[in-house]
């Protein structure tokens, strides 16, 4: 079973759109979450952080379920500027070397 | 604070050459990192540093060497460069254990 998995779009949707983004990880262990965000060969910028109790920044909700080992990112009224991959990390605290990566989830925001 | 830099931006190797991909961070983060991402793959870890003077293996560390000698600099070594290395090679960084990392600009490298 993959560590950390996600949808593998792409996901096509119009402006103002809102889009959710899912991923599951394995390790019960895994100590913090993160979104984040890759521009097309560029290197991967933090997004936000997925708190235990959720959390919101403007537009972008990221919400935690440990029990069933979930994370989620909500984007609302989608702009042209979030086309981009969005990628889901855990970390499962023991040390820098336990960051686990998922593939990544496409984003294309259209007019 | 100019965060984490890589040099070169681009690099195209022959078989069989060695070169040096410098990493630098002026952030006074402990922990290092480096990664490299292909297509389909996402990304992976080669090595990976907690301190100065410490360094440790990740996912995929044959070819590879590091170093730190310094907090700032964490240079990843190809010993002789193979096809199967082409790849884009980024830097990272962190304040700890349970957090962020930072991630420099990459390093696409080219192996013919």
């Known amino acids: ?111 | 604070n100019a965060g984490v830099t890589q040099t070169p931006k681009f690099q195209v190797l022959k078989t069989g050459q060695s070169m040096t991909l410098q990493c630098a961070q002026d952030m006074n983060h402990e922990y290092m990192s480096w990664y490299r991402q292909d297509p389909g793959m996402g990304l992976r870890l080669i090595h990976y540093s907690v301190g100065a003077g410490i360094t440790d293996q990740g996912e995929v560390p044959n070819g590879y060497n590091v170093s730190r000698s310094t907090t700032e600099d964490f240079p990843l070594r190809l010993l002789s460069a193979a096809p199967s290395q082409t790849s884009v090679y980024f830097c990272a960084s962190s304040p700890g254990t349970f957090y962020e990392q930072y991630f420099g600009p990459g390093t696409r490298l080219t192996v013919t």
């Open chain 1, 1 to 111: 079973r993959k560590e950390v998995e996600q949808d593998p779009g792409p996901f096509n949707v119009p402006e103002g759109a809102t889009v959710a983004f899912n991923c599951t990880y394995s390790n019960s262990a895994s100590q913090s979450f993160f979104w984040y965000r890759q521009d097309c060969r560029k290197e991967p910028k933090l997004l936000m952080s997925v708190y235990s109790s959720g959390n919101e920044d403007g537009r972008f909700t990221a919400q935690l379920n440990r029990a069933s080992q979930y994370i989620s990112l909500l984007i609302r009224d989608s702009k042209l500027s979030d086309s981009a991959t969005y990628l889901c990390v855990v970390n499962i605290g023991v040390g820098q070397g336990n960051l686990i990566f998922g593939k990544g989830t496409k984003l294309s925001v259209k007019p």
